[in-house]
């Protein structure tokens, strides 16, 4: 019996009235598994925490990245718990924060987060990437019993392409903030602009009334000097 090894990756979108979110799974032998999720906020308070669980399985390789879209010099900090809370860690930075392990309990892991809102909510893209190196290794050595060379060639070109498009989804993404963060400029200069045009327009009829007045008044004043009987 000929065993045939399968990849592939599917993007499965998803919206709700707090945020709007990507599902990263990978298929192996026909069989569907979650790899990521990718999330996009708004948090409107400093000390509102929004909170997110995902599951995932002990020894996979787990990563999250936490990014500010809307503005820049944001501070941003996340927290993971592990399903027993024997590890609960905060990471913090400016714009963004990321942290990359090693899972070492299966469950559903907490990850929460907090941002400092000013004069406007703070929207933040979430990705959170876990998958099996294990699980793969075993795909590689089920289908090496039929074909070594092939295997191993097929196998390594399958992980180059799922690495490739885990960085393509991380890349689009960027893009996409990057995209939003240009149009929230550009319109904001435009505004800048318009404040600006109709302030001098303003000035401009104001200084004109008062000179006309003045200049009518002028116009029909009677001087008591030059009056003659």
């Not at 000390?47 to 010099?73: H, P, Q, R």
């Not at 900090?77 to 942290?99: H, L």
């Not at 401009?204 to 009987?229: D, G, H, M, W």
Request: hydrophobic residues 40%; contains cysteine; aromatic residues 10%.
């Amino acid at each position: 019996m000929k065993y045939i090894l399968y990849f592939s990756t599917l993007l499965i979108f998803y919206f709700s009235s707090l945020s709007k979110g990507v599902s990263i799974t990978n298929v192996i032998n026909g069989v569907e598994h979650k790899i990521g999720t990718t999330l996009e906020f708004e948090i409107s308070s400093s000390s509102k925490m929004e909170c997110f669980y995902e599951t995932i399985e002990n020894g996979n390789i787990l990563s999250v990245a936490l990014d500010v879209v809307n503005m820049e010099s944001t501070n941003v900090q996340f927290r993971i718990t592990s399903p027993s809370a024997k590890f609960s860690e905060w990471y913090k930075g400016t714009q963004y924060a990321v942290y990359d392990g090693i899972a070492e309990e299966s469950g559903d892991y907490e990850v929460c987060v907090v941002a400092y809102v000013g004069t406007k909510p703070v929207v933040v893209a979430l990705s959170i990437v876990s998958y099996s190196s294990a699980k793969i290794n075993d795909a590689n050595k089920l289908k090496e019993s039929e074909d070594p060379t092939e295997a191993t060639k097929m196998l390594s070109d399958r992980i180059n392409a799922i690495g490739g498009k885990i960085v393509q989804i991380y890349a689009n993404t960027r893009l996409a903030n990057l995209m939003i963060k240009k149009d929230e400029k550009v319109q904001e200069s435009n505004l800048s602009y318009l404040n600006t045009s109709t302030f001098i327009q303003t000035c401009f009829i104001i200084i004109c009334s008062t000179t006309q007045i003045y200049a009518i008044k002028k116009l029909f004043e009677t001087n008591p000097r030059r009056v003659r009987i």
